[in-house]
């Protein structure tokens, strides 16, 4: 079985892009830089492109059966433009099943009935970009007609797994304040498998 993978040398792609290959699975990666993807996740294979070139995530998606998505926004519209020709193209190739990674600001509130976290006091985050961009990306999933989940970390350091996730669909977990890289990392290659929430964002934390 083969996952295509976007964002795969970034924190939690480099970590699923791992779980994956030491399962079995063959890894087509689309990365800029082979060089630096060769030393960081030795294994895949690679295609040398750009998330937002439809030809290059076309040639990403060939052969694939599931597809996981760790790219951000990285401060750019790359996230908003590159998910709308992802969801094309897995449409014309046929595959069905996305886990991404967003953040816990595009859960809903708990409290604030109609609004995203980010947009109340929920959120402690003064800069709202990247949750106003995975928020496109949740209501462009919203719209189309795959299989998708948006797994949705809070706080996010570096660090291995543990094993021991609290997790909610839609929500955060009450009193929820981080989850490392390894964790989510983890989750998220467990649920593209398991496919235990789809069609939700899921909240995840400690």
Known sequence: MRIAIFGATGRVGQEVVR????????????VRDEAKAEELIPGADFIHGD??????IKRTLSGADLVFSGLSTDKTDTLTKAVPEIIKGMNESQIDRIV??????????????GKYRFQT?????????????HAKVYEQFLKSSLNWTIVCPTYLPDGD?????RAEADLLPEDGKKV????TALFAFHEL???QYGHHRVGICY
């Open 51 to 56: 998330a937002m070139n439809p030809e290059d």
């Open 100 to 113: 991404t990674i967003g953040t816990a600001g595009i859960l809903d509130s708990r409290y604030e009935h």
């Open 19 to 30: 779980l994956a290959l030491a399962e079995g699975f063959k890894i087509s990666a689309l």
């Open 193 to 195: 498998l398991q496919n």
């Open 161 to 165: 797994a543990v094993g021991e996730v």
């Open 121 to 133: 006091s929920e959120s402690k985050r003064k800069k709202t970009f990247a949750a106003e961009e």
């Open 180 to 183: 490392t890289v390894g964790d």
